[in-house]
């Protein structure tokens, strides 16, 4: 397929080390609809190409209960529905350099975020988003499970594995706009380095399981105190990554909702830190998001 890039105008940016392409397409679309699937699997190739863990668009929202449109495409060319890491980098475009407006209603395939920027001299340091409210519900993420109804929960359960390094892992799943599984070393006899060592194996074959007609998203946690957890990611679409924002906000509610943790949580991922905060009417991520470069394509890499 022959996709127009000579000139296109991008940024790099990235949150925690979760890097992405962003293209602002607000006064007009740069790459078409049928494009964005290859264009991402191509751009996002790291060595061939800029390389990234996705690609972000800027879009304008369909209707005005929004300010401006979030989409964001994985590297394997899928468009996942929300992105936390991303959705921060988005906020800071959005108001450095086209509107100038705080808080910030976004428009996400998993419906309304809201963005809250720090604001120093007009460059946004932290940013707060207001995340949603998590579904717990089989059919909400999807999962389907022998015996159990759509309106079912899993929570701390076992799915059997086919592979040689373990029968069944425990895991626990939550949408937070997109799908997470999180799995509590500690509750699989596990250790984060036996994670970490094993992440190909495992986050390929958790987030591909017959269980999950969509795929998922999948993260190894720690928990180190009631206000503290390590998590370890591996990305549907992407595989392991620094850091993933919607993981970490679902870590943290599923570790509150059994208890494992307070409301409020600092999470260490391999690229810095994230707070959550779960309040009455939703979850709160904050963190930074960091512009690197802006560039101007010449052609795609390949
Ligand atoms: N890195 C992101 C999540 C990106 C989408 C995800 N891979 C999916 O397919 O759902 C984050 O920071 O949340």
């Known amino acids: 397929m022959d996709i127009n890039v000579k000139d296109l105008e991008f940024t790099k940016m990235h949150g925690l080390g979760n890097d992405y392409i962003v293209i602002n397409e607000f006064d007009g679309i740069k790459i078409k609809e ?73 428009e996400t395939k998993g419906g309304l975020r809201v963005s809250e920027m720090d604001i120093e001299n007009d460059i946004v340091k932290k940013i707060k988003v207001y995340m949603g409210a998590p579904t717990f519900q089989l059919k909400d993420i999807p999962m389907k499970v022998e015996g159990k109804s759509e309106n079912d929960e899993f929570l701390n359960e076992a799915i059997k594995l086919n592979n040689d390094l373990i029968d ?3 895991l626990s799943v939550v ?13 699989n006899n596990i250790t984060m380095d036996f994670a970490r060592d094993n992440l190909n194996t495992l986050g390929k074959e958790i987030e591909n399981h017959e269980v999950f007609p969509e795929r998922i998203n999948v993260h190894f946690i720690e ?38 943790t307070g409301n409020k949580v600092l999470a260490h991922l391999d690229g810095g830190d994230l707070e959550i905060e779960i309040k009455e009417d939703g979850v709160y991520m904050k963190g930074d998001a960091v512009i690197v470069y802006d560039g101007k394509l010449q052609n795609i890499g390949w």
């Open 168 to 170: 069944e892992i425990k």
């Open 175 to 187: 949408n937070v706009g997109n799908p997470h599984a999180v799995i509590f070393v500690e509750d």
């Open 34 to 106: 049928e494009d964005k699937e290859e264009f991402s699997r191509k751009i996002c190739k790291r060595g061939f190409s800029i390389g990234a863990d996705g690609v972000i668009y800027v879009q304008k929202p369909t209707n005005d209960k929004y300010d401006v449109r979030f989409r964001i495409f994985n590297s394997d060319g899928s468009e996942a529905e929300m992105c936390g890491n991303g959705i921060r980098c988005f906020s800071k475009y959005v108001y450095e350099r086209i509107l100038k407006k705080n808080p910030l209603n976004v």
């Open 223 to 260: 928990v180190i105190n009631p206000n503290e957890i390590k998590i370890l990611t591996w990305e549907r679409g992407a595989g392991y990554t620094t850091a993933c924002g919607t993981g970490t906000t679902s870590s943290v509610i599923i570790a509150h909702k059994l208890g494992k």
